[in-house]
Every structure is written in structure tokens, then in C-alpha cells.
């Protein structure tokens, strides 16, 4: 073929992007430049012209405080797209800035974009259309496990196991892998969201207050935990009460809120435990060595860590950044695509390997 200049400079310039789309925040890497989004995964609607009003951060702000003629949607639920056209219009928005980022105009991007282990054919096409739709030139699935433990540098294409207990907002991932290969894994719509509808249940229950998902997860980042603290917090907390309607503020304990969120933290205890009993005596040696990586905006829960090594005898470590942890994974295969498109995910009509 002969040396055509255009398609070089096309190559030259191209634009490689990496989206760990998750039900909380939705974050971008672009190759060369690192992460260039991290907004919430909110998007406010006017219902009457079926119109984006704003995207991620800006969004959130309004929630619980937009007129009846708005609403705002996650259009994201447990690591899956629940609407279609607003996720379209979300990446859309997202690459949109990323491009206006460039001093030059570049094509159409490349983009990867991390799913949970055990989701079904429907929901990885959902995933595919929606980041086709948005603009990319081609799209590529990776399993949000593989592309977390790519981030946190764990050896996964060594003989040696390594486990990584990704906590997302909708789903917690957890995998064991060894030889490039995953041994034994879990996938569990328990993570951020769950803790902070525990909160809401317990402050409804003990104290008939009435308070909304973003200060319940104000309250689960400031003083949740999964560990005793040294010293134990306390914290202010307004809402209304259910039995008068009127406003109230009530001061809680640090202890009363890891008591709210020990059911969920339980569970995903549990869930790593299952995945270990599954795994050869020889993987569960070498983890004794390199130990259990935490990784998700989930491994920030103030004495997570702690809590997992008392539980399972074994050294569990919060990775650096672990919430760009997906992103910075995924961005990685696009360094040596030859070798690293293996861990890519394929579709059941034409892998997504190969299509552009």
C-alpha cells in the first residue's frame, strides 16, 4: 500500500480514550494527558422538550431542588445503562470536552470503556451502541476487574495470583487472576449506592429524620467507616422529621453510622471470602505475599482495609488513586494494543476487537 500522508497524520493525531462509565462519576483518560473528567454521572432533563439542561457536576447540584417540569437522572444503575438516549447524550457531552481540550481538531477517538464481570449480552450491546452513537470510531468493552488491577499494577499476566476487590457505586467486583486469566470472580450489586440507602433506612429508623442520598453520602465520607476510629467522629445531620414535617438536625456518631453500613460492608466481606475458598492453596500463598488490592471510590470507607485483613487473615492494601484505578487500567491496553487486546471483552455478533 502506498504511503498516503492524510492517514498519517490521521494516526499521528488520533485520540485514545479510556471510560470507567460508573453509577457514580464517570471518568475520562486520555491518552498523553491522564484523567480529564471526573464529574458525576448525573444528567438534568427538561421533560417537556426532552432537552439536556446539564451534565455531571452542575447536575447533581440540582438534585431534590429542580420544578416539576425537570427531573435528573443517573442514567447509569448497578454499572449498567437503565436509559439508553440519556447515555448517549452523556458521553456525548463528555467527549465532546474532551476534543475541545485539543489545540488541533482530531478524529473520531478510539475508546475503551470498563463493564462488570457477569453482566448479560444485552447490557455489553447497550454499552457498545451507546459509546458508538456518542461519536467514537471504534469501541472496545473491558471487564472493569481486569482493567482495575491493570491500573493498580498488579502482575496479572505473571504465574504468581494476585486478587483485586473492586467497590464501585453499583457493583463490587472481585477477581482472582493469574497468567492473564481470571481464576475465580464475583460480581455484586452491593457498593456505594447500597451504603448510602443503608444510611438513609437507619436515620429514618432510629431518629425519623428524613434525609436525602447526597447527604447520606456526605455522612458516609466524613465519618462512615468499617473499623473502629481512633478517636471516634460526630457529625450534624439535617433533614425533616417524619412525624412532625418539620426541619431537624440531629448529631450522630461515627459508631451509629458503621453499626448503618455493617450489613453491606458484611456482605462484600463475605463475597471476597467465597471467592478465596474457591481458589488452589497456591494462589492463596502467593497472596499471603502480595496481599489483596482495594480498589473503586469504595476503598476510601475509612477503615475498609482493616476491617478485610482482621476478617481474612490477609494483608489487604488500598491502591494509589484507587478511583481512577478503572480508567487508568483500561488506558493502559491502548499502550501495547497487540498484546493487551486479549483482556478486551467480545460481543456475540462480531467481536468488538474488530469492529471500527
Known amino acids: 500500500m502506498a504511503f498516503n500522508p492524510l492517514n498519517w497524520l490521521l494516526g499521528l493525531f488520533s485520540l485514545d480514550i479510556a471510560i ?12 498523553g494527558k491522564g484523567i480529564v473528567i471526573n464529574e458525576p454521572s448525573w444528567v438534568t432533563i427538561d421533560k417537556r422538550l426532552r432537552q439536556p439542561l446539564a451534565i455531571g457536576l452542575e447536575a447533581k447540584e440540582m ?3 429542580t420544578p416539576s417540569s425537570v427531573i435528573v437522572v443517573r442514567p447509569i444503575r448497578d454499572g449498567v445503562i437503565s ?3 440519556v447515555t448517549q447524550i452523556m458521553l456525548e457531552y463528555f467527549i465532546g470536552k474532551v476534543h475541545e481540550q485539543s489545540v488541533v481538531p482530531l478524529p473520531r477517538p478510539r475508546v475503551i470503556v470498563g463493564i462488570p464481570t457477569g453482566v448479560t449480552e444485552v447490557e455489553k ?3 457498545y451502541d451507546a459509546v458508538m452513537a456518542s461519536g467514537a470510531r471504534q469501541a472496545f ?3 472493569e476487574p481486569i482493567a482495575a488491577a491493570l491500573g493498580a499494577g498488579l502482575p496479572i499476566n505473571e504465574v504468581r495470583g ?8 453499583g457493583t463490587t467486583e472481585v477477581a482472582v487472576m493469574s497468567m492473564s486469566g481470571v481464576v475465580a470472580s464475583r460480581s455484586l450489586r452491593i457498593a456505594g449506592d447500597e451504603m448510602d440507602q443503608d444510611i438513609v433506612q437507619f436515620m429514618r429508623n432510629k431518629y ?4 436525602g442520598e447526597g447527604v447520606a453520602e456526605q455522612t458516609k465520607w466524613q465519618i462512615g467507616s468499617a473499623y473502629p476510629l481512633q478517636p471516634e467522629k460526630t457529625m450534624e445531620i439535617r433533614g425533616r422529621n417524619l412525624v412532625n414535617g418539620l426541619p431537624e438536625t440531629v448529631e450522630v456518631s461515627s459508631i451509629e453510622i458503621r453499626e448503618a453500613l455493617s450489613g453491606s460492608v458484611q456482605v462484600i466481606i463475605d463475597t471476597v471470602r467465597d471467592a478465596l475458598d474457591e481458589i488452589p492453596p497456591e494462589i492463596v500463598a502467593d497472596l499471603m505475599d502480595i496481599g489483596i488490592c482495594l480498589a473503586g471510590g469504595g476503598a476510601l470507607l475509612q477503615g ?7 476478617e481474612l487473615k490477609l494483608r489487604v492494601w488500598v491502591a494509589e488513586d484507587p478511583l481512577t484505578c478503572v480508567a487508568r487500567g483500561a488506558a493502559i491496553v491502548f499502550e501495547d494494543f497487540d498484546i493487551l487486546s486479549r483482556y478486551l471483552v467480545g460481543l456475540e455478533r462480531g467481536s468488538t476487537r474488530h469492529h471500527a
Open 83 to 85: 436509559e439508553f438516549d
Open 162 to 169: 494476585s486478587m483485586v476487590v473492586d467497590i464501585g457505586g
Open 125 to 127: 450491546r447497550a454499552v
Open 63 to 65: 438534585v431534590g431542588r
Open 20 to 31: 470507567d462509565l460508573g453509577t457514580a462519576n464517570t471518568l475520562v483518560y486520555a491518552r
Open 304 to 310: 475498609l482495609a482493616e476491617r478485610l485483613t482482621d
Open 208 to 211: 425519623n429524620l428524613l434525609i
Open 141 to 143: 468493552l473491558i471487564e
